[in-house]
């Protein structure tokens, strides 16, 4: 059953199903809202679901659809294309453009707008999507909207930022004190869940292949179901903190490190860091490089590989 969400009542229905010993089946809802499994409705179905988050197509799927070859400029194509399935089936880029246009629209005219009436939203949608993979505070963002003469309040867009996490329009990834454990408040990083919405929708800022790989990343680290967090450590950040159970990965995500204070600048963070686990730099060089005081290099389109 698909969107469930807009099913009143929608749990009751699986909970006395699912308690349906007699028949031989298998329920499988989706919904496109992070909520529609939380609180009574977690409780409600407890110990009789299996939770899967589903993303858009990762590279070896795309190669695999496409028919291209496993190599840089594959990955280069899938990263200025997007993984939105119907991408695929679409003829033009002016077609393409105007489905990813729909899904935006759709997702925040019908799932939130019309439940809100929020005006400002998309202006917010287009803040994060063109300062993905950038530290950011809410106060950042109200200072931006203030110096366009647009009356708005920190508590307003700390709420329609919380909206557009629920749709799966934007990740949200918490700063991690890598010597201290825990989370840092404060400022945070946003990556999208598509970059069809930057290729097709807003391809005129300013916006790096370096940080569109590191979106990338950031979306096959999540894909291959660890928790991502940025990490902090005294005046260095390292990009990605990957975790699942007791397992860690320590990732850095470059261009291309074209030059000696590239290097310097990519693996100090971590290097400083001082326990055992991975730790990997990931570039789109065309030459793989050697490992450096126990920091392997991964050449982007065979992360999958390794994690």
Same mark, same amino acid.
């Given at each position: 059953?698909?969107?469930?969400?807009?099913?009143?009542?929608?749990?009751?229905?699986?909970?006395?199903?699912?308690?349906?010993?007699?028949?031989? @089946?298998?329920?499988?809802?989706?919904?496109?809202?992070?909520?529609?499994?939380?609180?009574?409705?977690?409780?409600?179905?407890?110990?009789?679901?299996?939770?899967?988050?589903?993303?858009?197509?990762?590279?070896?799927?795309?190669?695999?659809?496409?028919?291209?070859?496993?190599?840089?400029?594959?990955?280069?194509?899938y990263m200025e294309s997007g993984a939105l399935p119907e991408l695929f089936i679409l /003829?033009?880029?002016?077609?393409?453009?105007?489905?990813?246009?729909?899904?935006?629209?759709?997702? #925040?005219?019908?799932?939130?707008?019309?439940?809100?009436?929020?005006?400002?939203?998309?202006?917010?949608?287009?803040?994060?999507?063109?300062?993905?993979?950038?530290?950011?505070?809410?106060?950042? +963002?109200?200072?931006?909207?203030?110096?366009?003469?647009?009356?708005?309040? @920190?508590?307003?867009?700390?709420?329609?930022?919380?909206?557009?996490?629920?749709?799966?329009? +934007?990740?949200?990834?918490?700063?991690?004190?890598?010597?201290?454990?825990?989370?840092?408040?404060?400022?945070?990083?946003? @990556?999208?869940?598509?970059?069809?919405?930057?290729? @097709?929708?807003? /391809?005129?800022?300013?916006? $790096?292949?370096?940080?569109?790989?590191?979106?990338?990343?950031? #979306?096959?680290?999540?894909?291959?179901?660890?928790?991502?967090?940025? $990490?902090?450590?005294?005046?260095?950040?390292?990009?990605?903190?990957?975790?699942? $159970?007791?397992?860690?990965?320590?990732?850095?995500?470059?261009?291309?490190?074209?030059?000696?204070?590239?290097?310097?600048?990519?693996?100090?963070?971590?290097?400083?860091?001082?326990?055992?686990?991975?730790?990997?730099?990931?570039?789109?060089?065309?030459?793989?490089?050697?490992?450096?005081?126990?920091?392997?290099?991964?050449?982007?389109?065979?992360?999958?590989?390794?994690?």
């Amino acid at each position: 059953i698909d969107e469930i969400q807009n099913v009143t009542g929608w749990e009751h229905f699986v909970n006395s199903y699912s308690q349906n010993f007699a028949d031989n @089946y298998e329920i499988f809802i989706s919904g496109s809202n992070s909520k529609m499994l939380s609180g009574e409705l977690a409780t409600l179905l407890s110990g009789r679901y299996v939770n899967f988050e589903i993303f858009p197509f990762s590279y070896q799927e795309y190669i695999g659809i496409t028919g291209k070859d496993d190599h840089r400029q594959s990955y280069l194509d899938y990263m200025e294309s997007g993984a939105l399935p119907e991408l695929f089936i679409l /003829p033009n880029n002016e077609t393409r453009r105007n489905y990813v246009a729909a899904i935006k629209d759709t997702v #925040l005219l019908r799932d939130i707008i019309q439940r809100n009436s929020i005006k400002l939203l998309e202006d917010i949608f287009i803040y994060l999507v063109n300062n993905a993979s950038n530290l950011i505070s809410i106060t950042n +963002i109200l200072n931006f909207f203030k110096s366009k003469k647009r009356k708005t309040t @920190y508590d307003t867009i700390s709420n329609y930022i919380g909206y557009i996490e629920d749709t799966f329009l +934007i990740h949200k990834v918490e700063r991690y004190d890598i010597r201290g454990k825990g989370t840092i408040s404060g400022n945070y990083k946003y @990556y999208i869940n598509d970059l069809a919405y930057k290729n @097709y929708l807003y /391809p005129g800022f300013a916006y $790096g292949i370096g940080y569109k790989l590191e979106n990338l990343v950031y #979306l096959q680290l999540r894909r291959s179901g660890y928790d991502v967090y940025v $990490g902090a450590m005294r005046d260095k950040e390292v990009d990605f903190v990957a975790m699942k $159970g007791d397992h860690i990965l320590y990732l850095q995500s470059t261009y291309l490190l074209s030059d000696e204070q590239t290097v310097r600048r990519e693996y100090a963070p971590l290097e400083a860091i001082q326990d055992n686990y991975d730790k990997y730099v990931v570039s789109f060089d065309e030459i793989s490089y050697p490992s450096h005081k126990g920091i392997k290099h991964i050449q982007a389109w065979k992360l999958a590989e390794v994690i």
